[in-house]
Each structure stands twice: as C-alpha cells, then as structure tokens.
C-alpha cells in the first residue's frame, strides 16, 4: 500500500505531502504534533512551502484540463468510491486511533467519525450516479435547450483539526465524485489520518493528481486561497479565518463553500420530555469535547422548571467520565491544545465575574494520569445576561452557558442574538410551539427533540456568520459544479437578427 504515513518502530510519524501520486518529503520546516492527553510528540507534519503548494496546484490542474478523471463515467467514479468505503472500513480502527490520539476527543467518539466517513463515501458515490443536466424545448419547436451539469474544476478543501476524517470526507468524495480534482490540506495538528486516507486513495487505483495532499499550517491554505489556478475553495474552520479565505480568493473571484463557526442554542418548553432533554443538553455540551460546531453550548429554559432541570443537567455534567481519549471508558477527552484550554477556562472565569453562577466545573482535575493533559471537567455556568462572550462567542469546549426564559418569543430572540446560524434544537411536545419556533430560528440546522443528529442526505451549512453554501446532501454536490446551457435552433435563421 501507499501508505503516506509512516510509523517508525519509535518515535512520531512523519507525514507529508502526495502531490502528483508522489510521497513528497519536503527539505523545509517540519512542525511537532503533541497529543493532547500525553503532551507526547506523536507525529513530525512537514509544512508546505509556495514551490511545495504550487506543485499541488499544478498537478490538480493538469489532472483536470488533460487527465482522464473529470471525463470519467459516473459509474467508474461511484465504483472507485465504494473502493475507497471498503478500505477505510478494512482500516477503521486505526483511522479511528489516530483521530482520537491527535484530536483528543474519545476513541469511542473517534470509532463513530470513521464509521460516518466511510458512509460519506458511498453517498457520493450514490450522487454521483444521479448526475444530471436538463433539457427544455420551452423556446419554440426549433429551439433546444441543454444545461449541463460539470465539474466545478481544481478544488482546494481545508480541513480543521476536530473531526479530521470526517470533514475530509464531507468534502473530498463529493469533489471527486462530481468529477473535480482536489487539493486537501488538513490542519496542522491533525494530520494523519488524512495521509492514511491518501494512502487508501492510492491503492484503490485513482489516478495520479486527481487528489492532491498538502501538509502544513494556515500559510498553505491561504496559499490555496489566493492561487489563481483554484476554482473553489472549501474551507470549515473558524469565522476570522473564513473571512481571510473571502479576501484571499478575491483575486479570480473563485467559488467558496465556507463552513464556519455555531453557537447554538438548545431551546427546552416546559412541556418537553425533561428528562431526554436533560440528557441531551449534557450531550451536547460535551459531545467531541464541546470541540464541535453544531455542538449545543448554550441552555434556553423555561421559567417554571428551571431549577429542576438545571439541577439533572449538573448531575449528568457531573457523571461523565474525564479520561485519556484511547481509553474506551471515556466519554471527555483532552482539549487541542494548552493555549485552548487557557482561552476556554478564561470565557468561564469571566462570566464568573460577571454575575454568572458557576453550578459544576470550575475546580481543577487532580486525577495524576491525567496531570500532563488539557483536560477539564465539564461546566455549567448560569447566566443572568447575555451580553457576556460565554453567551455570544464560539468557546469550543465543554462549557454550557445557561439563561432563562418566560415566553417563546423571549427565547426565540436569545437563540438569534448572536452572529452564528448553524444549527439549534427545539425540546417541546406542542406541535405548535415547535414548527412555530422552528420556522422563527435563523440557523441551516434545526433539531427537534433530538440533538446533533442529521444523516448525510441533508444538506448543512450555516445562516449568518457561519458560513457560505451547503455541503452534504443534493446541495452539498452541487457546490461542485457548474451548469452550462447551451442554446441552439434549428433551420434557417432569416430575420433573426435586426443586423
Ligand atoms: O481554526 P482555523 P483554529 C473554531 C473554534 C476554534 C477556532 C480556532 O472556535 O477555537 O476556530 O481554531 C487553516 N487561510 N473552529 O485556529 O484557523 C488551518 O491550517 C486558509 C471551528 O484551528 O480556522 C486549518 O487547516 N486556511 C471549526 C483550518 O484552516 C487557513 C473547526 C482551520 O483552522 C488559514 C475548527 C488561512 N489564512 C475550529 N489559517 C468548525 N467550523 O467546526 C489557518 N488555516
């Protein structure tokens, strides 16, 4: 196999760049990987120059405009998709353990990304099946109508650091399947699955330059922003960062597909079941670490049961299980990295000081085999305004800011009070209160007595702030390509044209 990665008997691995169908080990700068819950360095990332990222580039763009890839049948791309399913499945565990020993998050949660990617990877391959134009004869009967659907072109996909081979896979197969060519570059801090996935790619028989990988930091991505000879870029990753990709691509005015930051809200109706909203909130306060952009950091409750549902969150809070991300007993990993923590720490201290009541979470972990990590015990924090940044910014831990509400309305404007759009979540067993308060939310997303539950079929992406376009589903396919009409008319044209 072609593997990318490699993993010396000791020592980190060391990942680099397939530009062409070549491993390519850059001279230049290599940057260290520690895990977040050792601080142990497990992997060396080398990090793309401008020669390194313009040969990436290069090699996408002859692989578009003279390769065989983008003039493929559907069916050979769907069929080289479903290869590429089977070998992530064959290879699940250890995608899996490196996701969970680079990201932090818990195996348990690392073991479900890979399963997600692989079927990430057979629905491309199902959408590309459907690929389709259309044709009208609205025009006259000597008028054709055609518009084709094509390949958007050379795509660079910039891939965060918490769901590393999922994100990946919400991007790349939908690429190749629309018949792109690609240039990914993951995060810097979690680069090995992708240059394992590279290694499958490899062996299920895609031809050489049709995907490209970079390894490397943000100076690679804007890189790829800015280059002129990239169609699209499709980028998840912070708002600020997004907003650098928007002035980058201004140069040929190439198509962006940004996925952005949340800050959800999870709006629980006295009449809900509180007990499945209780365990959901907890849920999606520390799901992925609270690492996640749909996950539900912030608490909307009704007046009249506050104090009991407060009190079963904190209780659910406080049973789960903080530990090292390998260990399948654990629910709370270790967070990226010191500097986070610090910054997700500080959001609670500060609302701490402004009148916020810290009700589980501020004390420090004292557990030794946890001591070298960026761990932190889950918190609840209730608010007595929302104007504080635990309310209004994207923390990214696992952090829950909680208010209270009297009235539908009151909460509706809460949940909509912030920049973020991306997705919320309705408790309430009043079919009224629900679509009501469903259709009044502003966010691509919304869940209803469920949370951070939504199969591949349905397109995602964000209102507002958190982003641009969909990925996923019917919509998330189409990001990728262009439609061409083509008009034509038959027989003489006399008269036609006043010239
Ligand atoms: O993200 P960045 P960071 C949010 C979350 C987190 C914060 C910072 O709030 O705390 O972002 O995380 C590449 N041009 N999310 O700093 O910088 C970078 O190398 C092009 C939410 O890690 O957005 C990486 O591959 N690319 C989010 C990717 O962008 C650039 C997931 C994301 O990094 C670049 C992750 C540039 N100028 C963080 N600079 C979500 N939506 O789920 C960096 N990159």
Redesign the pocket.
Known sequence: MNATHTTPATGPRIIGHVIDGVEAASAGRTIDRRAPGTDEVVSQVMAADAAEVGSAVAAARRAFDEGPWPRTTVAERAAFLHRVADLIDDHAEELARLDAEEVGKPLTTARGDIGGAAGLWRYAAALAMTMKGQTFTEGGPDHTGLVLREPIGVVAL??????PAL?LSQKLPFALAAGCTAIV?????TSSSASLIFGLIAEAGLPAGVANLVT???????L??ESPAVDLVS????????R??VQ?SSGNLKKLSL????KAAQLVFADADLEDAAAAVAHGATFNNG???VGQPRLLVEDQVADDFLAEVVRRMERIRVGQPLDPQTQLGAL?HAD?LA?VRGYVEDAAEHDGTVLTGAAPLTDHALSAGQFMAPAVVELTRADVPLFTE???GPVLGALRFSTREEAISLANGVEYGLSNTIWSKNTDTVLDTAKALRSGTVYVNTTIDAPPQMPFGGYKASGVGREMGEAGFEEFTELKSISIRTGKRTGAFPV
Not at 185 to 189: D, V
Not at 216 to 222: E, K, L
């Open positions: 910039i891939v965060p650091w918490n769901f994100i570059k993951p995060s810097e801090f490397g930091d943000g100076r690679a991505g804007a790829l922003s980028f998840t990753g912070s708002t600020a960062t997004g650098k990709v980058a996925e952005l930051g949340g690492e996640c952009c990226i986070h910054k994207e923390v990214f």
